[in-house]
C-alpha cells in the first residue's frame, strides 16, 4: 500500500478549499489516513466552529466504514438496519462530507467536510477527493 | 471585536433571570463569551439540576453553529439533513434556549437557558440577550 | 436541613469577587450545593480559562471529600495514602481554593476559587465562605 | 482585538514545518484561535500518531493558561503548587511545545507542536509564533 503522504494531504486539502472559495461558503477540510489519523486541516475565515469536531469525524467515519458518509444516512433512520450507529466508536457522523480515498483498490485515507449544506459539503469533499486521482 | 465583559455577562443574566421570576419558571442561565467558555452562571431556587449542563450546553452550542439552538431542531430530525448533529463536538443541544449575542454584527457570545418548557427557555434567552443590545 | 439558596451563592460570590478585586487577581469563582451541582459563577475579566473548570472541580471535589481541597494536597503526593486519589469521580482537583459550607453541622454546599497562586485562591475562597457565617 | 486568519494560521504553520524539516525531526504542529478552537494541523510523514492530540491539546492548554506549556512543568510535578492540573479542563499537557500568540498584548491564538523532544517541539513552536510577529 502507498499510504497517503502530507503532500498528498495538503493537494486534497487545497482542491477543496479552492472548491469552497469558489462556491462562496467557508469551509472546514480534514484529511486523514487510513487509520482514521489526522494529517491536514485547515477551517476557512467564517466558517462555523462546531464543523472543526464534524469535519475530523467524517472523514474518520469514512475510514471505519470504507463508505461515503452519504451512504450512511439512510440506513441509520428510525426503523433502519443501523439505527444508533452514530453512538458507537466513540461517535460518529452519518451525513455526507465524509468520502474515503483509494488508490488500486486499498483504503489509504479519507477527506471530511463541514460547515455548508450537505449537498456544498459532499461538493468540496469530492473536489478534494478528486485532486488525488 | 469588542468582548463581553462580566459586566455585560451579569447585565444579560439579571435580565434572564427576572424575566424567569416574572413568567414563574426558576431557571439556569448561562452566559458564555465568543469561544463558548462560561461567564456567569446562575440557578434559581427549585429550577431542575439537568438544566445546569443543558442551560451550558445550548450556550456553546449557539457558539459552535452561530445560530439559536432552536434553529436547529427542524435540521437534526429523522431523516432531516442534520440527523445526529447532537452527537458531535461534545455533545450539542439542538432544541430551543441559545441564542448568540452580536455586537456590531460579530458574534462576542450566547447566552443559555434551560429548566422551563422551550418555549420559557427562549422567552428567558430572549430577554437576556436583549438586555446587551 | 437548610439548602443554599441562590441568593447565598450570589452572597459568597460577591463576597469573593470584592476580595479578589482587592487583592489584584481576577478570578473564577463557583458556588455549588450539597450535592456538588453549580448554584452560580463568575469569571472576572482577565481571569484564566482553565479555571472555569477547575473552579467547579474545587467545588465539587469539598463536597464529595467534605474537606477543603488543601487538605487532600498531601495525601495525594507519590508514596502518600491517597497518591491518585484525583483520577476517580470523574476528576477531583487536589490543591486549595476549594471550601464545603456548613450550616449547624451539616454540608450544605461549597466554594471553589481558581485563577491566582494557591494562597490568593484560598483567601477569596476563605472570603466568599465567611459572607455565609 | 484582530482575530487570526486562516492565512495567518497557515503563516505560522508553514514556518513551523520549514523549521522541523530544518531540525530532521518530523512533526505535527497545529494552530488555534483565541477560544482554542482548531484553525489549522499538519503532520508530517513520520512523525507519531499520538501527537495528533498533543500538539492540539499543547495549543489548547496555552490558550487556556495564556501561557507557554513549557512555564507548566515546574508547577505541576509533586510537590509543586498545580500538581494535578493536567487533569482538569478536559486533559491539559504540562510539557513545552505549545505557545501563546499575542497581538498588541491580547491573546488571539496558539501554537502546539509534538513528535520530537521537548526541546525540538519549543524551537518549532517558536519558529511557528516567530512567523507572525
Given at each position: ?16 478549499l479552492a ?16 487509520g482514521g ?97
Amino acid at each position: 500500500m502507498q499510504r497517503l503522504t502530507l503532500q498528498d494531504a495538503e493537494k486534497a486539502l487545497a482542491a477543496g478549499l479552492a472548491k469552497a472559495t469558489e462556491i462562496g461558503q467557508p469551509m472546514n477540510v480534514a484529511v486523514v489516513d487510513d487509520g482514521g489519523h489526522l494529517l491536514a486541516f485547515a477551517r476557512q475565515d467564517g466558517a462555523i466552529r462546531v464543523s472543526i469536531d464534524i469535519a475530523q469525524r467524517k472523514a474518520r467515519t469514512s475510514i471505519l466504514m470504507n463508505l461515503p458518509t452519504a451512504a450512511l444516512t439512510p440506513l441509520v433512520q428510525p426503523g433502519a438496519e443501523l439505527y444508533g450507529l452514530e453512538q458507537t466508536s466513540g461517535g460518529l457522523v452519518t451525513f455526507g462530507g465524509g468520502i474515503p480515498i483509494h488508490r488500486d483498490g486499498e483504503l489509504v485515507g479519507a477527506v471530511g467536510v463541514s460547515a455548508g449544506s450537505v449537498e456544498q459539503d459532499v461538493t468540496v469533499a469530492e473536489a478534494a477527493v478528486a485532486a488525488l486521482a
